[in-house]
Each structure stands twice: as C-alpha cells, then as structure tokens.
C-alpha cells in the first residue's frame, strides 16, 4: 500500500558528501516519524538521524556535526545530507518511516529496499 523509495547513494571520497532522498508514495493519510539506518557488512543495523513530523531532530553520535536529516512534507520525502564522508559511513543506507494508511486510518511501518552509500579513496 506505501513504498518508499530512495535514491542518491553512490562511491564518494572520504571529505565527499552525499544526499540521500526517499519518496513515499501510495495509499498515505499523513507520515509521521521518518529516519535514515544503515548497515554494514557483518554489522547490525543502526539509526543514523530521525525526525519527527514536526520537525526535531536526533542523529547517532558518529554523524552529529556532518549529517542533516530534512523532510518535506508536501512530498512525502525525507533527505539525508551527508557531508566529511568517512570510510567508516560505508554501508547500505535504509529509509524508515510511520504512515497513517487511508484503508485503516492505523500507523503502520514501512522500510525502502536500501541504497549503497561507499566511502573510498
């Protein structure tokens, strides 16, 4: 009923930036809480920024100072605004985000299929 699609990721140099950008799309009433994780290889998966519909923002202690979290609410879209890339920011990059659904008029949780975000010189 809702996708969410993210596009931006890529191979960057380590001092590079990147943006990130995820639409959702579908059967949407309103989005609330929106986020970016990531995972690395043979690593668990870990918040990377969030930020709620009214706009606060939190970010893990590695990204705070280089990453920014946005989100346009008329479109659906959340961004990811990665500046001073480090190797160690290599990873599949995942949106996440809480959707009250037209059908139900309940909150339901969807992920996007992920985007390869690569730090190398």
């Known amino acids: 009923q809702v996708q969410l699609v993210e596009s931006g990721g890529g191979l960057v140099q380590p001092g590079g930036s990147l943006r990130l950008s995820c639409a959702a799309s579908?059967?949407?009433?309103?989005?609330?809480?929106m986020g970016w994780y990531r995972q690395a290889p043979g690593k668990q998966r870990e918040l990377v920024a969030g930020i709620t519909s009214g706009g606060s923002r939190n970010y893990a202690d590695s990204v705070k100072g280089r990453f920014t979290i946005s989100r346009d609410n008329a479109k659906n879209t959340v961004y990811l605004q990665m500046n001073s890339l480090k190797p160690e920011d290599t990873a599949v990059y995942y949106c996440?985000?809480?959707?009250?659904?037209?059908?139900?008029?309940?909150?339901?949780?969807?992920w996007g299929q992920g985007t390869q975000v690569t730090v190398s010189s």
């Open positions: 579908g059967s949407i009433f309103s989005m609330y809480g």
């Open positions: 996440n985000a809480e959707v009250l659904i037209i059908a139900t008029m309940r909150p339901q949780n969807y």
